[in-house]
């Protein structure tokens, strides 16, 4: 059985947790940051977790994950 190729731009978005969860940058702090509240921009630098559902989905993108 051949190996199972790795979907490389969902390899750059996401990264694994020790516990196996996948984490995400955010969206929304590129430009345009003149207009939005800092409270929302410090948030906005944290990563995020993916749901379950979601996570399923990305597990299909990232085999060996």
Same mark, same amino acid.
């Given at each position: 059985?051949? !190996?199972?190729? =790795? #979907? *490389?731009?969902?390899?750059?978005?996401? @990264?694994? =947790?020790? =516990?196996?969860?996948?984490?995400? *940058? !955010?969206?929304?702090?590129?430009?345009? +940051?003149?207009?939005?509240? =800092?409270? #929302?921009? #410090?948030?906005?630098?944290? $990563?995020?977790?993916? @749901? *379950? @559902?979601? $996570?399923?989905?990305? #597990?299909?993108? +990232?085999?060996? @994950?």
């Amino acid at each position: 059985m051949p !190996k199972m190729k =790795t #979907r *490389k731009a969902a390899a750059k978005r996401y @990264s694994l =947790t020790g =516990t196996g969860k996948i984490k995400y *940058k !955010k969206m929304g702090l590129r430009h345009i +940051l003149t207009k939005k509240a =800092t409270k #929302r921009k #410090r948030n906005l630098r944290h $990563a995020g977790i993916l @749901s *379950k @559902s979601e $996570a399923a989905r990305a #597990r299909v993108l +990232l085999p060996y @994950s």
